[in-house]
Every structure is written in C-alpha cells, then in structure tokens.
C-alpha cells in the first residue's frame, strides 16, 4: 500500500495544520498505512484535528466501511505534535496551514533546516508560487505542491504542482504517493490557480456576478446549475463551503498573476468578505448556517 514505487520510500509524514485539508490528509494517508504526524501550533487544535479524524472514521465504521480494527489501527498511525523537531526523520511534510504567504515561507524555511536532506517538502496551497515557497529553503529541488479538494477523503484529485526548481525524482515520488492512498494525480507545472481553481473560481466569481446583476437570485443560481449542468453544489453554496475569503484570494492571484481583466473579482464577493460572512465556517456567507 505505500508510495515506495517511486524513487523513494516515503514512511513517516508531517502534516503541518490540523484544519479541514490538513486532518483530511493525516486521515487519508493515516488510512493508507502511513506514520502521521499532526502538527499545529497549539495542543488544541492539533486535538480537534484528531477528534474530525475520529468522527469520520467512527462514521465510516458505522457505514460498514470499516472495521473497528481498521479504525484503531488508522488512530494509532495519528501523533499530535506542535514542535517541528518532531519532523527530524519524516520522510515527506505536507503543509496545510493558513494560505499566508510569509508564514508559509516561514514553515518551509524552518522545515528545511529541520528534516533529513532528502525529505520531501509539499505544500496544499491553493493559490500561492510553488517556486517562490521552494525559494525560501535550502533545497527548492526537493519542494512540490501537493493539492488536495474539499472534502480530502471523498474528492479524488491530487495537484502535484513542479515549482521551476522541483526535480524528477520528488515529481514521481509524489505523483506514485497519490496513487498510493487512492488518488488520481495530475502533474502540472506552476502557474497560476494551477487547473482547478483557474477554472472552478473564475466560475465561481461568474454565478456571484450574475447574482449582483440580478439576473437571478443566489437559489435559482444554484439550482440552475445544479439542474442544468448536473454540479453538485451549486456555484455559491459552493463558494460558501470552501470560503469566500479563500475564492476571493484565488481570484486576486489569477486576475494579478495573469494581469488580465477576465479574473476581475466580484465587488459583491469582496463585500461579503469585508463584512467577515466568509461562508460556513463563519456561520453565514451568502447562505446561513446553524
Ligand atoms: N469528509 C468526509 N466525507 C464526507 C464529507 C467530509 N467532510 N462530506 C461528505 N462526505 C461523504 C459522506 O459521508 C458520503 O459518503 P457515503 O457515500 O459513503 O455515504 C458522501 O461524501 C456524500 O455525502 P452526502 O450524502 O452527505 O452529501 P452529497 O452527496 O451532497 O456530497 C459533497 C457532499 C461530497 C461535498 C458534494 O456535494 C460535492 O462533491 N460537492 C462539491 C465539492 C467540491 O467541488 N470540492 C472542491 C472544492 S475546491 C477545493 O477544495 C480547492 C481549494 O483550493 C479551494
């Protein structure tokens, strides 16, 4: 089941982050026999990271889907950790923190010091340079992205993003990690928004522009494209779910990074970010949340 098809046997993995993507992906690999450790900067976030792990693999054992003993097995694999020194023999971190730029550089720059030569350094980030965070260390050929969608255990694609410097031998050992928890990977150089997101947001911006004009409202919007293109969200419960902070970022760095009027954000999106209705995770975006 591990990923030591590619030109490195990859064991033992920190996930720095222990939010929606960064448990997702300790529960997947952890799943698919990986050593994880979960790491964060405080004890309880790194705790509640565990106990979503917990409430999802209890979900599955009820589903039948799991054995009681699978489940066991996959908490034993789970570590909380909130010292980077933790890393000093993993083989690969994946990093999942808040998509700010200085702090991921700040991560990356510390992990470098802190891991083996030749351990695998990846980053989720939906928007930022791959290039520039594998800049920020000692080894930029041996920095990748790795991107994963919401929700990590059900969406099957994993990004596995070169930077400029990233070398063969990182690209295949992650592109055959993918594959090893059950993914399908795409290998894509850096650019911005990488494929999904440069097609998915501007998509996304669209249907809140055709709410803004009034063509129609939030609900027929959804349900338009919930009907006629068989989605299954709809644009703006979708934006809701994955943040509108987080499209809102996705837009600037393709509407900056391409320097071209068709990413032009919404007015209304940066309205509901101004006014902190970020989408479920605040309890309301366009939509209201209990
Ligand atoms: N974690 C784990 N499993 C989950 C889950 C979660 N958070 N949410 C749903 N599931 C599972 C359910 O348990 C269920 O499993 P089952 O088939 O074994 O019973 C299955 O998914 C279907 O769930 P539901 O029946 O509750 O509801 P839906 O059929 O509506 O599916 C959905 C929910 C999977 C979220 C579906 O609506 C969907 O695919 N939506 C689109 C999601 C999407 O586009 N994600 C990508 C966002 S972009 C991104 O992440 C990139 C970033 O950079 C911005």
Do not use: W
């Amino acid at each position: 089941m591990k990923g030591s098809k590619g030109f490195m046997t990859i064991n033992k993995i920190m996930v720095v982050g222990s939010g929606t993507m960064g448990s997702g992906i300790a529960q997947v690999m952890a799943q698919h026999g990986y050593e994880v450790i979960l790491n964060d900067i405080k004890p309880e976030f790194v705790e509640r990271g565990l106990q979503s792990i917990t409430k999802q693999l209890d979900k599955a054992v009820s589903k039948d889907k799991m054995t009681e003993q699978e489940k066991e097995a996959t908490l034993k694999r789970l570590t909380a950790s909130t010292d980077y020194t933790d890393a000093e023999d993993v083989q690969l971190v994946i990093e999942a923190a808040t998509e700010n730029k200085n702090i991921k550089l700040d991560i990356f720059k510390k992990l470098a010091e802190i891991t083996p030569e030749d351990a695998i350094l990846a980053s989720n980030t939906s928007s930022l340079s791959i290039t520039e965070i594998a800049n920020a260390t000692s080894r930029p050929e041996k920095v990748i992205g790795m991107h994963f969608f919401n929700p990590v255990p059900v969406m099957k694609l994993v990004e596995v993003t070169r930077a400029l410097t990233t070398d063969d031998q990182t690209a295949q050992t992650i592109l055959d990690l993918s594959q090893s928890i059950g993914k399908t990977a795409i290998d894509v150089t850096d650019s911005p928004g990488f494929v999904v997101n440069r097609v998915l947001i501007p998509m996304i911006n669209e249907a809140v522009f055709t709410v803004y004009e009034g063509v129609a409202t939030m609900e027929e919007v959804d349900d338009s494209m919930k009907l006629g293109a068989n989605h299954p969200m709809g644009p703006i419960a979708l934006a809701d779910y994955i943040g509108l902070d987080v499209c809102l970022a996705i837009m600037t760095v393709l509407y900056e990074g391409f320097n071209d009027s068709k990413y032009r954000p919404c007015p209304l999106l940066k309205k509901y970010v101004e006014a902190g209705r970020l989408g479920r995770k605040t309890g309301r975006g366009f939509y209201e949340y209990a």
